[in-house]
């Protein structure tokens, strides 16, 4: 059974960095798409970076770009996504997300595309 823990999550001032982690068991996590979603209050859940397979591809949202950073380590089955700048309204609960390999198309920025995911670690960036 898959299972997405994520940690790293806390209370940062404007302009701060984090680096959150998403460990990752019971299954071949090199063969996962990995990708990183954000809920704030009363928002809907929205994508924030993807990291291919290997790590050799990424991709952002237009609001993180150049702050944000998604990397993996398949040796110890587990994405980050370090994030500087930090502005308030990067507040926001962090999901990381799991996709096998599958040949049906799907979009890498939309979330019901992504089989697995974890309970969440809450960023607050105080102003």
């Known amino acids: 059974q898959v299972q997405l823990v994520e940690s790293g999550g806390g209370l940062v001032q404007t302009g701060g960095s984090l680096r959150l982690s998403c460990a990752s068991s019971?299954?071949?996590?090199?063969?996962?798409?990995m990708a990183w979603f954000r809920q704030a209050p009363g928002k809907e859940r929205e994508f924030v970076a993807f990291?291919?397979?290997?790590?050799?591809?990424?991709a952002y949202a237009d609001s993180v770009k150049g702050r944000f950073t998604i990397s993996r380590d398949n040796g110890k089955n587990t994405v980050y996504l370090q994030m500087s700048s930090l502005k308030p309204e990067d507040t926001a609960v962090y999901y990381c997300?799991?996709?096998?390999?599958?040949?049906?198309?799907?979009?890498?920025?939309?979330?019901?595309?992504?089989?697995?995911w974890g309970q969440g670690t809450q960023v607050t960036v105080s102003s």
């Open positions: 990291i291919s397979t290997s790590g050799a591809s990424t």
């Open positions: 019971g299954h071949t996590f090199s063969s996962y798409f």
């Open positions: 997300a799991a996709r096998p390999r599958k040949t049906t198309a799907w979009d890498m920025r939309r979330d019901y595309d992504y089989d697995h």
